[in-house]
């Protein structure tokens, strides 16, 4: 079975930028969260997604945004991009029943300048 | 959640077994505890879980204190490629299902040496 896909698996944005990234989960999870992973701040929660509809949410300004679409596949969007905002970021799937069981993908390095 | 307590690094010669502590000493009688780990330039890696039992799976075993105020993570033959920070996770597991928001700490970094 596939693991989880994240593209782009880097990218550079500028400052006041707004920028999209794109996570497949594993085939059969419907449940997708996000996680942004900082030098300083380490892995801190961003938001999860079930069925199309976010179920939880971290402590991030409203600048951090996503979306998950029928297939099971979701999206975040960052806008007016601040250079704190430079990190990996990660995607999670997870089955059903056990939510707490994440399988994450390999993530997306944004770099902001 | 309850706070966890890690070591900030571990050292484990290769063919060993490398233990890694966690005091967890708030937990909540429905809160488990969870062991991820992250290769460099990886995404974190869920290895197992439990309640108040001990716990082997094929990547390590789980051995939780009777008070269950501390855990301890067991890898019976490290390799070097299980160099890796470890972290360990106190949540209530929603196992009917529903939303989960797993909060990671600094974790353990593990060095296996060969």
């Known amino acids: 079975k596939a693991g989880v896909t994240q593209t782009p698996r880097y990218l550079i944005k500028t400052r006041g930028q707004q920028v999209t990234l794109s996570c497949s989960p594993i085939?059969?999870?419907?449940?997708v969260s996000w996680y942004q992973q900082t030098p300083g701040q380490g892995l801190q929660f961003l938001f999860e997604?079930?069925?199309?509809?976010?179920?939880n949410k971290g402590n991030f300004p409203g600048r951090f945004s996503g979306r998950q679409f029928s297939n099971s596949r979701s999206e975040m969007n960052v806008s007016t991009l601040e250079l704190g905002d430079s990190a990996l970021y990660l995607c999670?799937?997870?089955?059903?029943?056990?939510?707490?069981?994440?399988?994450f993908g390999p993530g997306t390095r944004l770099t902001v300048t | 959640d309850a706070k966890t307590t890690q070591p900030p690094s571990m050292d484990c010669a290769e063919g060993r077994a490398a233990n890694l502590p966690c005091n967890h000493s708030t937990i909540s009688g429905n809160e488990y505890v969870y062991w991820y780990r992250q290769i460099h330039s990886q995404g974190p890696q869920y290895i197992i879980h439990?309640?108040?039992n001990n716990e082997t799976n094929e990547m390590a075993s789980l051995i939780i204190t009777e008070d269950r105020k501390s855990s301890t993570l067991i890898l019976p033959h490290a390799t070097l490629r299980d160099t890796a920070v470890y972290y360990c996770i106190v949540r209530v597991a929603l196992t009917q299902g529903g939303s989960e928001k797993l909060v990671f700490g600094k974790g353990t970094k593990l060095t296996v040496n060969p």
């Open positions: 997604y079930f069925s199309e509809t976010q179920r």
């Open positions: 085939s059969g999870h419907r449940s």
């Open positions: 439990g309640l108040k």
């Open positions: 999670a799937s997870s089955p059903l029943l056990k939510t707490y069981e994440q399988y």
